[in-house]
Nanobody, 123 residues
Framework: QVQLVESGGGLVQAGGSLRLSCTVSGRTRYNMAWFRQARGDERDFVAAISWGVGMTYYADSVKGRFTVSRGDGTNTLNLQMNNLRPEDTAVYYC??????????????????WGQGTQVTVSS
């Protein structure tokens, strides 16, 4: 069974930075993504990176502020979040899937999820 473990959440003031990490067990190379869910809202796409060449994709709301990356040769996913805003407050989830790198922003296309890590941005 695939396991995804997130780390790095916390409380930060607006304008600050946080770095999230996610480790996926196993040797299979996965397409990986971050989603987030604010209280009372749906789980929304944040950023993704494909396996292989590592193409990256971002939600419009985080472009220019967030950077997704992966560790070389590992199933480790990172999300560097800069210039954080109160509206970035949410539980952040790591997701992974095998196969062709398509529909990377589609929540329901992922079948492996972490438990989530809370990010709170105070104003």
């Amino acid at each position: 069974q695939v396991q995804l473990v997130e780390s790095g959440g916390g409380l930060v003031q607006a304008g600050g930075s946080l770095r999230l990490s996610c480790t996926v067990s196993g040797r299979t190379r996965y397409n990986m993504a971050w989603f987030r869910q604010a209280r009372g809202d749906e789980r929304d796409f944040v950023a993704a990176i494909s396996w292989g060449v590592g193409m990256t994709y971002y939600a419009d709301s985080v472009k220019g502020r967030f950077t997704v990356s992966r560790g070389d040769g590992t199933n480790t996913l990172n999300l560097q979040m800069n210039n954080l805003r109160p509206e970035d407050t949410a539980v952040y989830y790591c997701a992974a899937k095998r196969g062709a790198p398509r529909d990377l922003g589609v929540r329901d296309s992922y079948d492996n999820w972490g438990q989530g890590t809370q990010v709170t941005v105070s104003s």
